[in-house]
């Protein structure tokens, strides 16, 4: 709602009402399964637009199945140099976007020892 005050402090009517929406935050997005077929949830307040799947470390990806709060991607559609992980990135209706990451089924991450 907004008004106008003059210089003499007279308040004019208020407007009309506009409801706004401020939107900053990305999808939540939760892995499930990480075997042929790789699946999980994602939520977001403002509605999930798409969720894509990377197999080869983010250089390319590809779109899920999304429907419902839940998102499936069959790796056998996988074209590409696979690794042994995958990121799952979700994007909401205001372009946010979320990315999670986890081990495929039948791998383990191991991750470096720096030490000084």
């Known amino acids: 709602v907004a ?9 004019g009517p208020d407007s009309a009402p506009v ?10 997005i939760t892995i499930v399964n990480t075997g042929a077929v790789i699946d999980g949830s ?8 798409t969720v894509d799947v990377s197999l080869d470390g983010g250089i390319t ?9 839940m998102w499936s991607f069959d790796r056998a559609a ?18 946010n976007m979320t990315t999670a990451t986890a081990a495929l089924a039948g791998y383990r991450l191991l991750m470096p020892i720096v030490g000084r």
């Open 3 to 11: 008004r106008a005050i003059d210089e003499a402090g007279n308040v």
């Open 19 to 28: 409801t706004m929406t401020v939107d900053n935050v990305g999808p939540q």
């Open 42 to 49: 994602v939520t977001d307040g403002s509605g999930v637009v």
């Open 61 to 69: 990806f590809q779109t899920a199945t999304l429907g419902n709060g």
């Open 78 to 95: 996988w074209q590409g140099a696979v690794l042994n992980f995958v990121i799952v990135r979700a994007t909401d209706l205001y372009g």
